[in-house]
């Protein structure tokens, strides 16, 4: 499809005698690339900032980086969600830019490549986009985390085309909101961290970085960042440093799921101790309906990401054990066992971004089923521990 050659939306600040012009583009198109190049090619600006972090640069300039991430390290840490969150939100702008034939974030890509040719300082003023994702998972809601997770399974299993409405759409606003567009809209607690906390956070970094040591700065970001970031960069509400590190810092974690967790692990346990001292029949009754509950749902989800039978058996048996241990997860345990079973090659990483965009990548890459694995494992452990805990109470009452 035909890309418009109109220009981009501009806005032009002067904060302590550095002139920033606010460029605002498309990520997706092949008209903001090249006016992005033409504008850095004048010459006229000693530095460029781009709407770009450190690890989307390095997706954008490093084609393998993949290659060199240590999958059950990640998993360890407990950012397999994050990476699949991160893999997800790629395959959606992925699979638009095919659509479009323009490289996703060629704009931003062609900004850094134009400093550097330039001789221009290259300044990356947007947030960690691991950073942004965690303060979105903590800002919304328990029963709106659903929604996310299904808003990124959307992203990847629309075959859906985009039309011209939908690229003016995107040139008005940014990928990430794009993904989660019907609920930032109507979620406040959604569009913060998504739209707000980054504009403040870019136009923070701005004056930090910019604001005072150059002469003339061109800044490019998403359309639908430039109103917010031109308003924080006029009427600055406080230190752009303390600014910065505020919105760097991911709020801690509720603690109501840890005390969820082992108030369930002590229910449980004490089910089995009244089920015993009742009589052993009943308390073996009582175990058999957890192992059977907790690890058959755990191993029915590893079974639908299409894991090794070996891990299917070792998610059956880990997860009745792991859900009376909330330290550790029986989704981290089943990935354990699927990557020594089929542990992922050079060409599954290589190959993670292209498979992904495809729903049944998700099942074929190793790596991709992996994370899978421990996502499905995962669940449906924790689906099986409150439905086992039920029946466990409900036969003691009935007993």
Same mark, same amino acid.
């Given at each position: ?63 393998? %980086? ?25 395959? %959606? ?66 075959s859906q085309k985009i039309d011209s ?25 959604? %569009? ?46 406080r230190a752009p440093d303390a600014e ?156």
């Open positions: 499809m035909a890309d418009t050659a109109t220009a981009g939306p501009r806005k032009t600040v002067t904060v302590d005698g550095t002139e920033i012009v606010l460029l605002g583009t498309a990520h997706i198109s092949q008209a903001s690339t090249d006016e992005v190049i033409a504008e850095i090619g004048s010459g006229q600006y000693d530095a460029v900032a781009v709407e770009l972090c450190e690890s989307r640069l390095r997706s954008l300039t490093d084609p393998h %980086y993949l290659e060199n991430l240590d999958l059950f390290q990640v998993l360890r840490e407990g950012r397999g969600g994050l990476i699949m969150a991160n893999l997800a939100l790629g395959a %959606y702008q992925q699979r638009l830019a095919e659509q479009l034939g323009v490289e996703p974030g060629a704009e931003l890509k062609a900004a850094a490549q134009q400093a550097e040719d330039n001789g221009a300082e290259l300044v990356l003023i947007d947030r960690e986009v691991g950073t942004t994702m965690r303060r979105l998972y903590r800002n919304v809601p328990w029963y709106q985390r659903f929604g996310l997770i299904g808003g990124l399974i959307a992203s990847v299993a629309t409405e939908d690229v003016e759409r995107l040139k008005k606003g940014d990928i990430m909101e794009s993904t989660f567009r019907e609920m930032a809209q109507s979620s406040k607690t959604l %569009y913060k961290p998504l739209i707000e906390e980054r504009d403040r956070y870019m136009a923070a970094r701005v004056l930090e970085q910019c604001a005072g040591k150059f002469r003339k700065v061109l800044v490019v970001l998403g359309a639908g960042h430039l109103e917010g970031v031109a308003s924080a960069l006029e009427k600055p509400v910065v590190k505020e919105l760097d810092t991911c709020p801690p974690p509720s603690r109501w799921p840890k005390f969820l967790a082992w108030a369930v692990v002590v229910i449980v346990l004490s089910g089995f101790a009244l089920g015993f001292a009742q009589s052993p029949e009943l308390g073996w009754t009582l175990v058999a309906t957890w192992v059977l509950l907790n690890g058959g749902l755990s191993a029915l989800g590893v079974a639908i990401a299409y894991g090794h039978p070996i891990t299917v058996a070792g998610a059956f048996l880990a997860a009745p054990l792991t859900s009376l241990n909330p330290t550790i997860g029986a989704g981290f345990v089943a990935a354990a066992i699927e990557l020594t079973v089929r542990r992922p090659r050079v060409g599954d990483f290589r190959s993670l971004r292209k498979h992904v965009t495809r729903w049944q990548g998700w099942w074929t890459n190793r790596v991709a089923r992996t994370l899978l694995v421990f996502l499905f494992a995962s669940i449906g452990s924790a689906a099986g521990t409150y439905l086992a805990g039920a029946r466990i109470i409900e036969r003691l009452i009935s007993a």
